[in-house]
């Protein structure tokens, strides 16, 4: 169980590359 060396994905980092998608989704739209 390496869990310390493995990245723990933060709420705050999901809500960034989601912050970070829907921009992008947007703009394909338009």
Do not use: F, H, K, Y
Not at 5 to 21: A, G, H, W
């Amino acid at each position: 169980m390496a869990d310390e060396n493995t990245p723990v994905t933060t709420e705050s980092e999901e809500e960034d590359q989601q912050l970070r998608i829907e921009p992008v989704g947007l703009e394909t739209e338009m």
